[in-house]
């Protein structure tokens, strides 16, 4: 072990200062340039990989202040009841139609995600880390981790759903003939969670209303009923 | 003062509820994201009116402001999993977008066929 390595496991403020500096800078990247694909916690993540890459820091030394940040998910979860108790009144109005559609999310979701990868010859430890992709990923993850998956692997690969929902969704729902503006919100929300949603708000405030819907619907009903999915699946 | 109290409220409150959760998950050994129950125990308490909304407001717009921070650790342990993606980058990459697609389609035919029925 390096002595840089083992100042970091020693003082858990230095990963925790890297972490958020990187991402603070990454975020003041995004606003400047304005791409969608210039995620900041794709690019925070990039960069704190390659940087221990380069100085020949182990992960683990990395994780031991890190960990008090990654806790904060939890809470962060629990915070989504405030914009689910604001939105209660507008489930209610159209609770069948938004459960109906959240539904289909979920089993197409989760089945169709684990299916293909299986035919392509996935590890069960990848089909797994698949299955919760469209949730938003304090939910993916855990769900991930709850399944014996590789909850890091959870992690990247609903961020990648995120980014790819948001750069092509509205397209991609043209062309199948989806139409209405209710629905368009909640398959964003659904499909690309928490990025999808931020680029409906930026295109009108309906679309992401619907879309905040589809992300705390679908999200929830992916945590429940992901186990029961793959235990059928086998 | 009283903004510093509201603060520690706030905290209580929030992870007061992930506290219950865990316990809850722990005793009864469900099979559940004990932080999904957190997140229902707290919307069920704001319905009740036990919890007014402004009491969590502010630890909640914190909290949900940053989330793309608390990702960054566990994306970053990626780096233990290089091997595995260069060996399954294929299924990983068609399933995640084949599948996104599916459920954009199905979500939004499955919103527009049932208003039609209704």
């Known amino acids: ?234 | 003062m009283n903004d510093l109290k509201s603060t520690l409220r706030q905290c209580v409150i929030v992870f007061g509820c992930l506290a219950v959760a865990e316990l809850f998950v722990s005793l009864t050994g469900i099979r559940f994201p004990s932080a999904l129950i957190g997140m229902l125990l707290l919307t069920l308490l704001l319905k009740l009116g036990w919890v007014k909304l402004d009491w969590v407001q502010g630890i909640a717009d914190f909290l949900l402001g940053h989330l793309g921070l608390f990702f960054v650790p566990p994306g970053v342990a990626l780096m233990l999993h290089f091997e595995l993606i260069r060996a399954e980058w294929l299924p990983i990459a068609v399933a995640t977008i084949v599948s996104t697609v599916a459920v954009l389609a199905f979500t939004g035919w499955a919103y527009q066929l049932a208003r039609r029925c209704k």
């Open chain 1, 1 to 234: 072990m390096s002595a840089l390595s083992n100042a970091l496991s020693g003082n858990p403020a230095i990963p925790i200062s890297l972490t958020i500096g990187a991402f603070w800078a990454a975020q003041a990247l995004q606003q400047q340039l304005k791409l969608v694909l210039l995620n900041p916690i794709l690019v925070a993540t990039a960069a704190i990989i390659l940087l221990l890459q380069l100085a020949g820091i182990p992960y683990e030394s990395y994780h031991e202040g890190a960990q008090y940040l990654e806790f904060l998910l939890k809470p962060a979860i629990v915070a989504l009841g405030v914009p689910l108790y604001l939105q209660l009144e507008q489930i209610k109005k159209q609770a069948v139609l938004i459960l109906i559609s959240q539904l289909a999310a979920c089993v197409i979701g989760v089945v169709s995600a684990v299916l293909i990868a299986r035919w392509l010859g996935a590890s069960n430890a990848v089909a797994i880390s698949l299955a919760p992709k469209s949730a938003t990923t304090p939910i993916a993850i855990e769900v991930t981790r709850l399944m014996g998956g590789i909850p890091a692997l959870s992690a990247i690969i609903v961020i990648l759903t995120g980014i790819f929902g948001a750069v092509c969704g509205l397209t991609v729902l043209r062309w199948l003939a989806v139409k209405s503006p209710i629905a368009r919100g909640l398959a964003l929300g659904a499909a690309a969670h928490a990025v999808g949603t931020s680029h409906a708000m930026q295109m009108n405030r309906k679309l992401g209303a619907y879309s905040s819907l589809g992300l705390i619907v679908n999200g929830t009903l992916t945590g429940l009923l992901t186990p029961y999915l793959l235990h059928w699946l086998g």
